[in-house]
């Protein structure tokens, strides 16, 4: 079946502009989770969603940075007036909640060039 | 403060043999599961092995097995046999109970030599 999906997969921008990536999770899987990874670095929790309850946004690094899910399914994560700091690669994962151990599927992640 | 611990530099392992990745990890919850990921050059991040806080016997999937010494707080992951295509970066987690989100260590990097 199919793995999960991110948009696009190379993104650059200059400083000061907004960007979208976008995300689709699993067909069936209930939370969404989106992480940063900084060249050299491991990931960094920014968001999670699961099925219709309120977000945990309590990873996001500003407030420039914020994300939605429509219909409990793809995922939008938007990063207004960029800054050359944001520059990273962002995944995307998705799980079932339900199961023995959760484990988390990756997409390939976009990767953002802030100019 | 800094939930996961990999601190090992970057490794060089000969093709065929086995390799231990150290990860320790700090959390005061009874509950929690600790994962394994792989990270190739193409930055896909693949699941590997997942261990129980609960589970008694050591995982083991494949080629990969979990060294889980829970009073040391350690998860170390071994790769048997190594590859070549084992060459990649691999990160240890964590998720604690009643906390969906994971808690990544910064990598160990391994490259198989023929």
């Known amino acids: 079946g199919a793995g999960v999906s991110q948009s696009p997969s190379n993104k650059v921008t200059e400083k000061g502009k907004d960007v979208e990536l976008r995300c689709d999770p699993i067909s069936g899987h209930t939370a969404l989770y989106w992480y940063r990874q900084s060249l050299g670095q491991g990931l960094e929790f920014l968001i999670y969603?699961?099925?219709?309850?309120?977000?945990?946004k309590s990873g996001l690094p500003s407030d420039r940075f914020s994300a939605e899910r429509t219909g409990g399914s793809v995922s939008t994560l938007t990063i207004q007036r960029t800054q050359q700091e944001d520059s990273a690669v962002y995944l995307c994962?998705?799980?079932?909640?339900?199961?023995?151990?959760?484990?988390?599927?990756f997409g390939p992640g976009t990767r953002l060039t802030v100019l | 403060a800094q939930k996961i611990t990999q601190t090992q530099p970057g490794m060089f392992v000969q093709e065929k043999e086995a390799v231990t990745l150290d990860c320790t990890y700090d959390t005061s919850d009874q509950s929690y599961g600790l994962f394994w990921y792989k990270q190739p050059s193409s930055g896909e991040m693949i699941f590997l092995i997942y261990q129980g806080s609960y589970d008694e016997q050591n995982a083991t999937e494949g080629r990969y097995s979990l060294n889980f010494q829970k009073a040391r707080k350690s998860a170390n992951l071994v790769i048997s046999a190594s590859q070549l295509g084992d060459s990649a970066m691999y990160f240890c987690a964590m998720r604690e109970d009643g906390n969906n989100r994971l808690a990544f260590g910064k990598g160990n990097q391994v490259v198989v030599i023929p």
């Open positions: 994962a998705s799980s079932q909640v339900r199961g023995s151990h959760n484990e988390q599927f």
């Open positions: 969603f699961q099925g219709n309850s309120a977000p945990d």
